[in-house]
């Protein structure tokens, strides 16, 4: 019998992981939910009746792969990274990061290999799933969701990490109340670089999923600085994530909808350099797009911050302001006037979002 046939993910319910945590469920991802097959998810609870949320390696995945010995050991250094990162760090710390209750390793019967596991705390839902239940979210909320994203980047930026997989299903939600929705942490820091530590994917052009990555490595081009290979990407990703918040259209989809076909990614041959400006002419576009979609007050400076946060030239990123200080990639500046829009947006309701 093959090492495949053995390992079955539903015989982890029930385990009692690092004495605490018992695994009651496996989790089902939805059609929606985006990413590679790194990690299995189960729901956890332990005696006082808190709720975690358990990721571990996709032992399942890595043998039914051609070569399960490599694939077994991309994930497990993908593994070792994140919860190293998340000791070395102290990622507990970031208030709008999801922290990180414990780590370690289990054994199940008829299973030669110890499984490793992370328990995270329990989020309800990302935040592509919280749109799709509340079509009808206020801008309020909305804003202060975008928020909270900018707020767990600069956080993690502060303390030389970047993020580089930002997308809708890496966004979760903590409280399913109207008013709670924009309770919102950033999670999965598997595809994330330490400035200070090598990892695993350093090598990879786009560290993250490619379908919310920045135009510069759709294009192939790998910048040899850490702020505009790690940070720009993290910058474009936010924005890209406002977009999709605010409209439920990422900048990346309305820039391949605008492009012409000679010019996209796929079909390109020469540097990104030379193609560039048929790039920004599609933000341009993209742009226009965006803001029509808007039907708010404040959509003129929700649309000036992600136009300077999803620039195509990698080098022009960030706020304005930031870059007259000599500091371009700096995300106070951004999370300081989200803050400002988002109270802004919830005095006309009277009320405040967290």
Known sequence: MSVALMFDPDALVGETLSGEWTVDSRVTPTAVQTGGNFSIGYLASNSSGRRGYVKVLNYEEAFRSVDPTAALQQMTEAYNFERDLVDRCGIHRLSRVVAAYCH??????????????????????DIRRALDLSSDLDMAVKLRM?????????????????????????????DHSTSGLANSKIADLGRATDRNVAAWH??????????????????????????????????????????????????????????????????????????????????????????????????????????????????????????????????NRIVTELDLLSRRAEASLGRRTQ
């Open 146 to 174: 975008c928020h909270n994203a900018a707020s767990g980047l600069a956080q993690l930026h502060a303390i030389g990490v970047a993020h580089q997989d930002v997308k809708p299903s890496n966004l979760l939600v903590f």
């Open 104 to 125: 370690g390793t289990v054994r199940i019967a008829a299973f030669p290999i110890p499984i490793n596991y992370i328990v995270f705390e329990f989020a309800q839902f």
């Open 202 to 331: 350093d090598s990879f052009t786009i560290a993250g999923d490619p379908t919310y990555a920045p135009p510069e490595q759709r294009y192939g081009e790998v910048h040899s600085s850490f702020a505009l290979r790690r940070l720009a990407c993290d910058l474009y990703q936010l924005g890209n994530l406002i977009a999709f918040i605010v409209t439920g259209t990422t900048m990346n989809a309305r820039l391949d909808m605008h492009l012409h076909p000679a010019y996209a990614p796929a079909n390109w041959g020469g540097s990104y350099a030379d193609v560039l400006a048929y790039v920004q002419a599609a933000h341009s576009l993209s742009l226009q797009d965006f803001a029509q979609s808007i039907d708010h007050p404040l959509g003129d400076r929700i649309v000036q911050i992600v136009s300077c946060l999803t620039d195509p030239d990698a080098s022009r990123r960030g706020h304005p302001a930031s870059h007259r200080a000599r500091q371009p990639f700096a995300m």
